[in-house]
């Protein structure tokens, strides 16, 4: 399965393109030209292409897209925009335009209420909880994953799933990972959105609950 992962060259797509490595699949990093590709694994394939102007072509030939990147929130507003909500929402069009069988969208805790958030943060919640909503009714099969705090840990494979809210305050980035690219084939994960941290189930038992939990 070839996999085209935005967010390739950051902390978590780092980990997820080890995951797929790992697992069988075939990563394809979308990166720009100015990306520091030397953090990737060795031997991963890449395809050229900005979030703010994504060529026509970027998902052809594709299985799968997953959204990981993001500002952080840090960035200016106008920024923010330019990624979380309309580099995804470009990227899930030329994903359907493709065929694409699934895109799964790296989404945040409080995307669905920014308003709730903290003030810092209220307008990139606001933008992620837009590109979101977008992939719900766009078309193409989906699955939408919102974790809490993301930590450099080491995975412990334990995690928690919920569509309302999930009682963990964190989880590293690496069962993140795990988790996004488990959410690519598995047929509990189409439609699904839901909320993600550490927690007390492994993540293969956790995959298996994510319909009733959505």
Do not use: W
Not at 164 to 177: C, L, M, T, W, Y
């Amino acid at each position: 399965m070839r996999i085209l992962i935005a967010g390739a060259t950051g902390h978590t797509g780092r980990a997820l393109t080890r995951k797929i490595q790992q697992s069988g699949g075939t990563p394809v990093a979308l990166v720009r030209e100015s990306s520091d590709v030397s953090v990737l694994p060795e031997g991963v394939e890449t395809r050229t292409g900005d979030l703010t102007a994504l060529p026509d072509d970027v998902a052809d030939s594709m299985d799968a897209v997953i959204f990981a990147a993001g500002s952080g929130g840090d960035t200016p507003d106008a920024l923010t925009d330019a990624i979380d909500r309309d580099g995804a929402i470009s990227l899930i069009e030329k994903a359907k335009q493709a065929g694409v069988q699934r895109f799964v969208m790296l989404s945040t805790v409080g995307a669905d209420q920014p308003e709730r958030g903290p003030e810092a943060l209220r307008h990139y919640l606001k933008a992620k909880g837009e590109a979101d909503a977008y992939l719900e009714t766009a078309g193409i099969d989906f699955t939408i994953v919102r974790p809490v705090a993301l930590t450099h840990e080491t995975g412990a494979g334990q995690v928690e799933v919920s569509a309302g809210h999930v009682s963990g305050e964190s989880i590293s980035r690496e069962d993140v990972a795990e988790v996004l690219e488990r959410c690519v084939s598995v047929p509990e994960a189409s439609g699904a959105v839901f909320e993600l941290s550490e927690g007390s189930l492994s993540i293969g038992e956790a995959m298996g609950l994510i319909n009733r939990a959505a």
